[in-house]
């Protein structure tokens, strides 16, 4: 029941952040859609299978902001200059998380942070397929999103 609890409150939160409002109203909307989306996905949400780290999820969650706000100027600066100089890609991201709520949870990080889209999952689940604005270093993004997302959901979550 904890965990559910804490699921519940980070599914507020995230809402509330991508709306970017906080408002009892929105806040109280963004709890009804998050208990639909928990009794939507229920059977993967079991005591039992997910064990979280207060701590280590409020990391990620911070990490994300950053990301968020980093990710947003970078692709602010690339669209606003006047001969843009882009190579947009698609690259495979070899996947270390394995269950499906973490790979859930690092597929939407990657598409809720501007300049980066989840594309697809491969069929054994070892692979992200990933579409970024600026492809020109996929092996750079790979290792920041390996060290980044991918090893916090793995402290949170472990």
């Known amino acids: 029941m904890m965990t559910r609890l804490v699921i519940l409150v980070l599914f507020t939160l995230v809402w509330a952040a991508v709306t970017g409002s906080f408002t009892p109203l929105n806040l109280a909307f963004g709890l009804v859609l998050s ?27 911070l990490l994300f ?33 394995d269950r499906d709520f973490e790979i859930t949870l690092l597929a939407n990080l990657i598409t809720l942070t501007p300049g980066t889209l989840s594309v697809d999952v491969s069929e054994d689940r070892r692979v ?26 793995l402290e949170a979550f472990r």
Do not use: W
């Not at 990710?71 to 998380?97: Q, W």
């Open 65 to 97: 902001f950053r990301e968020l706000a980093l990710s947003a100027f970078r692709v602010a600066i690339l669209v606003t200059r006047p001969r843009m100089n882009l190579k947009p890609g698609i690259f495979a991201f070899p996947l270390t998380v």
């Open 128 to 153: 992200l397929y990933v579409h970024a604005l600026d492809c020109a270093d996929p092996e750079a993004t790979i290792r920041d999103i390996a060290n980044g997302f991918e090893a916090k959901i």
């Open 35 to 61: 208990g639909l989306a928990l009794f939507l996905i229920r059977e993967n949400v079991q005591p039992s299978r997910i064990a979280i780290r207060p701590f280590k999820a409020l990391a990620l969650i």
